[in-house]
């Protein structure tokens, strides 16, 4: 009963104490500054107020991203109160993407009643968007390659660039809308004036703004690209330049405007610096060029200086010195050098050649020989017969050694109103023959064939076919090493080198390895070069592969009967050593006198027994026969073929039973 009361006094105590306790309300406020529309990347400040608060009061957060992270508001200005406080705190942040948000402010950890929250609207616009390329774009040049990308600022990307409705762009130049790049070749100078359209991808409304550009387009920089040293030239020496530049429009006009160009010397409208220079000596002038810009023409000076010299001019003989047999016609090749240290190009030309033997001329060759020299040097060559007559007007003035000599002209060419040298410039070459025997000769090729193993020149074979062979047949006179190789289609095949004796006729083959590629189908050229001795046509040869595939086959040995045997009238057994993977043989039965079998049978057996009755009607006494085998595979391909055999039937000493029915001449076991 005391317990009972003492509960009650205890609750009635407590109740009166809670009725002490003053009722809290919560509040919280918020704000934005500068304001609740602005632009991607614009910061703004939150600052909210809430009351009531004291020590280990209520926490306020701030979240931006409609359900990102919490930022919290700190308490930064505390005004106290007669029973609670009131905080002031802010926060800034900054979005970076447009869009719509709403900003929610809100308390927490607050004894008491459910805290309170706030909503604050906010929208982040885009960027405006411009473009901010100049509107005198770069200038571009005719004929030279223009790019140019298009400057923008503000907005979202990508953009994407368009031609401005009425007002497209030039038709040299395109626009690449992604990129805003402009780029072409101009051909013509002028002024082109366009529009440009650039839109982007603002999420909340796209942004579009245009502007006008305009690109001139001028004529390629005129210059002059010649050295001020020209290439020297030559007393004497026809002389010719082309002066040579770079960029300018249209055609294109020389002059000289001052100084003096080499006497024999002119300078075209086109800028040819030609003729025959007269006398030595260092020269320097003036020379302008002028363009046809429809814009307005360019003109550009350049010094020159053109040197003549007096040239020098050399022509060597390969070989110097060289040895021929008595009483054989034969043929050397002669090589000449042209070597002169003048700059200009020289055109030699011999009329004839002569054989010289104490100083007598006892013989000639009436063939022009013409050799051009370019940059200091020329070459050309020519094949000498050396007939059985001079040799032999030479031994008859007790001579071995015969000159053969030819004369080279440079002869200057006349330019209108020019004066050329009077006299033109001549060189001599001589080669020094020595008369010998045919044996101590050096060796000279005479003629050269070509063939495959037909006898011809030509051939066909079928794909893969490594059996192909050529042969060479080289025909000669003397002794000395013989130097070439054998190609196919310009690559080489194989090197050929020999000492060849004194002789008539030597023959090459091909090799086996590597063989003749017949690997690929279609016409082949098949060629002998000669390296030494130098200057031998080249014979050739051709052979056609086929698209059919060649099948590598193994020879079937034969037992019996033995080649050329003599048997007695009756089926002989015919046998053959067997061979793996053969599913079937065929053998072949040859009249001597015919080309197509007379008679043919299957067999899976590696011997055969003509049937009695077919004998008799097939094969007659007396005769004599051919037979072959032949093996296949399970797919019919030919796997081996025996050589061919004969043999011959003697008079039978008995008649045959007529046991065997008379099918087909074909037959298989």
Known sequence: MKNRKAVTVIILFLSALVSLIPVVSYAVTASISPSSILYKGQSLTVTATWVPTFKGGCTVFANFDNGGPDHEIPCSQYQPGPEFGTCTGSVTYTYNNPGTYSIRVYASNCPGEIPVSVSLPVRVNCLPIDQTSPTDLPDATAGIPYSYRIGVSGGEQPYNFTQTPGSPLPSWLT????????????????????????????????????????????????????????????????????????????????????????????????????????????????????????????????????????PSLEVQVTPPSLRVPRGVASSQVLSYTGITDAPSNLDLLSTEGLFLAGGQEIGRIDSHLRMSIRNGTGRTSETILFPVTVIKRAE???????????????SPVATSGVKTMASPVTITAEAEITITTEAGAPLNITRMQLYFDNRRAETTVKRNDPSLRAYVDIRFTGSGLLEGYWEVDGRL???????????????????????????????????????????????????????????????????????????????????????????????????????????????????????????????????????????????????????LREFTLREPQYVLPDRSPVGSVRSTE
């Open 493 to 643: 095949l194989s090197n050929v080198k020999r000492h060849i004796v004194y002789g008539r006729t030597v023959t090459f083959e091909t090799p086996k390895a590597p063989p003749l590629p017949t690997f690929e189908t279609g016409t082949h050229i098949l060629r002998f070069v000669l390296t030494s001795p130098e200057g031998v046509p080249v014979p050739e040869a051709i052979y056609f592969v086929t698209a059919e595939e060649f099948i590598r086959t193994f020879s079937i040995s034969l037992i019996s009967p033995e080649n050329k045997a003599e048997i007695e009238y009756r089926p002989p057994v015919f046998e053959w050593e067997s061979a793996e993977g053969v599913a079937a043989y065929l053998l072949e039965f040859y009249d001597a006198r015919e080309e197509k079998p007379v008679f043919s049978a299957y067999t899976r057996k590696e011997e055969y027994v003509v049937p009695a009755r077919i004998f008799g009607k097939i094969f007659h006494p007396g005769r004599t026969y051919r037979w072959q085998v032949k093996s296949f595979d399970e797919t019919g391909s030919v796997l081996g073929v025996s050589l």
């Open 175 to 310: 626009l690449q809308g992604q990129t805003g790049v402009l780029s072409g070749t101009p051909q013509s100078p002028g002024t082109y004036p366009f529009s440009l359209t650039v839109t982007d991808s603002c999420p909340l409304a796209r942004q579009s703004v245009s502007k006008k550009y305009q690109i001139r387009v001028g004529c390629p920089t005129l210059n002059i690209t010649s050295p001020p040293s020209l290439p020297q030239g030559a007393a004497g020496v026809p002389y010719y330049y082309q002066m040579k530049t770079s960029g300018g429009t249209g055609n294109l006009s020389w002059q000289i405007v001052s100084g003096s160009i080499p006497p024999g010397l002119t300078m075209s409208p086109a800028g040819v610096i030609s003729g025959v220079p007269e006398s030595p000596g260092e020269y320097s002038f003036t020379a302008r060029v002028t363009d046809s810009c429809p814009t307005g023409p360019q003109t550009r000076d350049t010094i020159l200086t053109l040197t003549v010299s007096l």
């Open 396 to 410: 008859r003035l007790g001579l071995t050694r015969v000159k053969f000599r030819r004369i080279f002209t440079v």
